[in-house]
């Protein structure tokens, strides 16, 4: 599985940017993708998650309401809408993926990740 972030850069608090993650996997279907977050010196937390076929999301209580999670199959990539950005969302952000079962939050059950894209928001 090859996973592939894009869309970080600066915004002023208040504003969206969107996260994609295109993924590469011979058996799609089975992925659970999720995001990940690292500010500096700090340890790396969940996101959001997401199975493949989008019917379950769940969200990390300190963006919920303010992110989207989503999946488009046809194009094998997930998002990451985020909306009303805070300057505490400033982070690396993760895309990861595991295979099989859904419900894990922590990084240890995540077996695929791709290279952090950087999401900075000023005041």
């Known amino acids: 599985v090859q996973l592939q972030a894009s869309g970080g850069g600066l915004a002023q608090a208040g504003d969206s940017l969107r996260l994609s993650c295109a993924a590469s996997?011979?058996?799609?279907?089975?992925?659970?993708m999720a995001w990940f977050r690292q500010a500096s010196g700090k340890e790396r937390e969940f996101v959001a998650r997401?199975?493949?076929?989008?019917?379950?999301?769940f969200y990390a209580d300190s963006v919920k309401g303010r992110f989207s999670i989503s999946m488009d199959k046809a194009k094998n990539t997930m998002y990451l809408q985020m909306n009303n950005l805070k300057q505490e969302d400033t982070a690396v952000y993760y895309c990861?993926?595991?295979?099989?079962?859904?419900?894990?939050?922590?990084?240890?059950?995540?077996?695929?990740w791709g290279q952090g894209t950087q999401v900075t928001v000023s005041s």
């Open positions: 990861a993926a595991r295979l099989g079962s859904d419900g894990y939050t922590s990084t240890k059950y995540y077996n695929y």
């Open positions: 996997a011979r058996t799609p279907s089975r992925l659970v």
């Open positions: 997401i199975n493949w076929s989008g019917s379950n999301t």
